[in-house]
């Protein structure tokens, strides 16, 4: 078997393993929650002993666990991602119809974080003043949780994606700058840029291609945490994405929508990784 | 900027304990009430003193968040510490795990099990239950860092000595590789601080922090969910947490350097 091949066999299964063992954590963790069993439909007076019956026959469905994982899992591989017990619509359709406004947001978002992140970095290179400035900035940025960055960029009615952007910045601009001053200290780059070599040339051929591996290692984490971000951005600014999809479903307590949406945002970290790392060794 | 910061903020602590009243009282008579001498940040929708309820607030977030950093750093000492001293397949299945554990959005494990507190558990209880996932997810990246400080101190001449005197294995760890874990632990108590109030304030945002009346910061974010009809004096909050995160997280790399 040619080593490529095995390779990617080998990064496919370790992606399909982190993705199912995320679902079976989620579903373990939900399961074993204390209020698991516990329905608000229940609290409805109007019902009578039969509905109530049937709501906990409802609950009693999923209550092993491993039982239900194993169904679950069974019909995703028949191409059946089940159906939302609180929104009463297939997951599949739920998915579909809400990952764009999501991708939209955190591609200009990352764009953003990973935009601003880098030009200071850059700036900051051989500047303390202008560094020191640039990290009590980031600081202030660190200091705050994402719900209140959100809050204040829908008061001052800013584009939404800029909370993501926002959240990465300063989380990118300490590791960029650090890995930045390490280049531009190489003996080689300080010749060039001895002999005169324009800064666009050094930058683009000596800087990046040394550190680019380094930099493309924080795509996968980028990713999650710009997911994180958007859980708040989204319900916050009403916006259809998944984010609001995963906080609805965590408030309906739908134990399938949940542990679907989980292995989702796993696949698509690990599959980010997998790609900074091929991108960055190739 | 730390020496002026931990005064003032200590200050403000102790300001908190000497300002009167309870976060869950309310004052029919004062409701939505703007800032006045006699509630200097306002009033709620219920006529709760806001000031009384950010000082309340700021105790209770800093009081829970300081634990569930205690609980992650002593479960990341012992899983990163016995897997970084016994080696072997152990320490493989420990790093494997933890590598597993953390593509995994911790964020969103934490959203869908926090969801789940019966609708009747008390306020005390579900921020405690929040705080405990928090340390349990928590543990993970600290657990790396001790278990890499644990091989290479393993290594040393001082531990090799120690063997070679014939001292037990747990000894060893205990009495020898443990007090020089010190400053590592501590600089990864005081990083766990400020992530567990951010995660915390965001939870409290989406409404899955402790439940109504008690006040945490997260919780008094909630108000907000509708910025455009909140009051400024709302945005409080924000302003403490800013203030106490920036705090600790200028004091992490100066109690590392310390250490």
Known sequence: ?282 | MRSVAAPLLLLLLMASFRYGGSYATQHRDSIDAPPCWRFPLGTDDLGRDRLVRLFDATRISLLFAGAAAMGATLLAAFAGGVAGYAGGWFDQFVVRAIDLLLSLPSLFLLLATRAMMPLNASPVFSLVVTYALMSVLGWLTPARVIRASVRSSRQSEYVLQARAEGCPEGRILLRHILPNLRPILLAQFWTSIPVFILTEASLGFLGLSAGEPFPTWGSLLHELQNPLLARPEAFAPIVAIALFVSYFKTITPWKGSQA
């Open chain 1, 1 to 282: 078997m040619p080593r490529w091949l095995a390779k990617t066999g080998r990064q496919a299964g370790s992606l399909a393993a982190t993705a199912l063992i995320g679902g079976l954590l989620t579903a373990t963790l939900v399961r074993n929650s204390p209020g698991f069993d516990a329905d608000e439909r229940e609290l409805d007076s109007r019902l009578d002993e039969s509905s109530r019956a049937m709501i906990q026959a409802e609950h009693g469905e999923n209550h092993n666990v491993l039982r239900f994982y194993v169904r679950h899992m069974r019909a995703m591989l028949h191409g059946e991602l089940g159906v939302s017990s609180s929104l009463q619509a297939p997951i599949g359709d739920l998915i579909r119809s809400r990952f764009a406004v999501t991708a939209e947001i955190m591609a200009f978002g990352l764009a953003g974080g990973w935009s601003a992140a880098f030009a200071l970095a850059l700036a900051a290179v051989g500047n303390p003043a202008w560094s020191r400035f640039i990290g009590v900035v980031s600081v202030g940025a660190l200091s705050l949780p994402s719900a209140a960055l959100a809050v204040l960029v829908f008061v001052v009615n800013g584009p939404m994606y800029t909370v993501i952007a926002l959240v990465l910045f300063p989380r990118l601009f300490d590791y960029f700058r650090n890995l930045l001053e390490d280049a531009y200290a190489q003996p080689h780059i300080v010749t060039a840029r001895a002999k005169g070599l324009r800064r666009s040339r050094i930058l683009f051929l000596h800087v990046l291609p040394g550190c680019g591996p380094q930099l493309l290692a924080l795509a996968g984490v980028s990713a999650s945490m710009a997911f994180g971000a958007a859980i708040p951005v989204e319900t916050l600014g009403d916006l259809p994405g998944l984010g609001q999809l995963a906080w609805k479903a965590a408030v309906a307590r739908d134990l399938p929508l949940l542990v679907t949406l989980t292995m989702l945002i796993t696949l698509l970290t690990q599959i980010c990784n997998a790609a900074a790392d091929w991108w960055g060794r190739e």
